[in-house]
């Protein structure tokens, strides 16, 4: 009887330290560099793809090239500028919406969000919650763009 309460209570343990553990959010740091990025996602429960040049679709939209990832089949784009005055200048380009950067418009697959950290700026355009919520433990709150409830 007493290693039954000892096996449950070990259980009961268990669950309350996974419950608390916030599913590997706490893991998470924040992300300013390509480097950092992936290990953010990497730590959030995401696999990794390669890192490519942004595609002629995208190399243009700020001063830099940025780079395509992919994080459990989910298309990233990252931008990682010189200093943080030159992302804050950058980010100020970006209209409420996200649709208009400066003088350009995109049409996304889905509503875009941005996020942006120190020098980085990072988009993505999908509805993974995953994805969202992991940009957002990384990068900060969204700062154009689709809400983080997809709204």
């Known amino acids: 009887m007493l290693r039954r309460i000892l096996l449950v209570a070990v259980a009961a343990l268990s669950i309350i330290a996974v419950a608390c553990s916030g599913g590997g959010s706490g893991d998470i740091e ?5 480097t950092s990025l992936s290990a953010a996602l990497e730590a959030g429960g995401m696999k990794i793809g390669g890192q490519i040049d942004n595609n002629p679709l995208f190399a243009r939209l700020f001063s830099v090239q940025g780079i395509e990832m992919t994080a459990s089949g989910q298309e990233i784009l990252a931008f990682e500028f010189e200093s943080i005055e030159v992302a804050e200048e950058q980010a100020a380009l970006v209209s409420e919406d996200g649709y208009g ?3 350009k418009y995109v ?3 889905d509503e875009p969000k941005f996020f942006k950290n120190g020098k980085m700026i990072v988009i993505y355009d999908g509805t993974q919650s995953l994805v969202i919520d ?9 700062f154009a763009g689709g809400s983080t409830d997809g709204a």
């Open 30 to 34: 924040p992300a300013d560099s390509y």
């Open 101 to 103: 950067i400066g003088l």
């Open 107 to 109: 049409n996304w697959v």
């Open 134 to 142: 992991t940009l957002v433990a990384a990068m900060g709150d969204i």
